[in-house]
């Protein structure tokens, strides 16, 4: 594609599915009831994610398809499916579509920042880019705000750490973003270039264990998430994800992100999502009866 050539979104299409992504995306636990609304943000966010990942357009192309989906959204201009679809659901369940847009804003962001400065500057753009999700998966369920969103917010955060923590090197390779922190990339003696390399050399692997040893405490933050969640299937849900991103953090913590898979195999998937719902289940008698104390 160039930037003299019209650019629609489906164009943009990288052919990615929920079924592609590292964490359960309305599974079968999820209540039939919830999918559609669940299924059409995810449709929304992954055709926004393709226009500010693809390698091929220009940066102002991109954020003009990224204003043509918010647009959209807000119908305000021509309409885009995705947009349409989301729109639909939200207007169904009287939904805001700022969720939506607060993602917009992460991806925006992916085309005109490609560095970040320390760990509070990734966690603002975690506020953008991964806490609007469960937050809107909260509303659709109709569960508390106030009891579920700083569980939540710690959580999606660590779960898109542990994204930009496997996919450093591609990063840094095919879009030139690095999503690690420059204070802790300094602090380790890391050199950019070490990102291309085709094996972590020491620094940048004692910077990404020492990263992945800070997603840990989020993870510690949101172990409690599970118990504050009403509805019983999302519970499952959310005890299947955290038991895989506490998984993958530990791999992080000893494996070599450029040269070694760290992501979950089906088998692994499927074994750490079944233990980790179970475990939400079994304890929710317990919260029942703790909820009925207080």
């Known amino acids: 594609m ?20 590292n964490f ?40 003009a398809l990224l204003e043509r989906l918010d647009q959209a959204l807000q119908q305000q201009g021509p309409d885009e499916e995705p ?22 804003t992460a991806f925006r962001r992916d085309v005109t920042k490609l560095r970040y400065d320390d760990w509070d500057d990734l966690i603002d753009y975690c506020r953008y880019s991964a806490m609007p999700v469960g937050r809107f998966v909260l509303d ?35 879009l030139d973003r690095v999503y690690l922190p420059q204070d802790t ?18 620094p940048l692997r004692a910077a990404v264990q020492g990263l992945a040893q800070r997603t840990a405490e989020l993870l510690h933050e949101a172990k409690p998430f599970a118990d504050r969640i009403e509805n019983t299937r999302l519970a499952m849900e959310v005890g299947a994800i955290h038991s895989l991103a506490a998984a993958l953090t530990h791999r992080l913590c000893v494996a070599d992100p450029l040269s070694e898979k760290v992501h979950a195999s089906k088998a692994e998937f499927l074994a750490r999502s079944a233990m980790g719902a179970m475990g939400a289940l079994i304890r929710r008698p317990f919260r029942a009866r703790a909820g009925a104390a207080r």
């Open 140 to 174: 659709v369920h109709g569960e508390d705000a106030a009891a579920t969103w700083p569980a939540n917010d710690a959580l999606c955060a660590a779960l898109q750490i542990v994204n930009h923590l496997q996919d450093c090197g591609k990063d840094y390779r095919n």
């Open 83 to 104: 947009a349409r679809v989301l729109r639909e659901e939200l207007q169904a369940r009287k939904l805001s579509p700022q969720h939506a847009r607060d993602l917009l």
């Open 24 to 63: 359960p995306v309305a599974s079968a636990l999820i209540a039939p009831q919830f999918r559609a609304p669940i299924m059409a943000f995810y449709n929304f966010v992954r055709a926004a994610d393709d226009i500010s990942d693809n390698e091929d357009l220009a940066p102002e192309q991109k954020l």
């Open 185 to 202: 990339l300094k602090a380790f003696g890391v050199k950019l270039e070490m990102l291309g390399e085709p094996k972590a050399s020491t």
């Open 2 to 21: 160039t930037s003299a050539s019209p650019v629609a979104i489906h164009d943009t299409a990288s052919g990615k599915t929920h079924r592609d992504e």
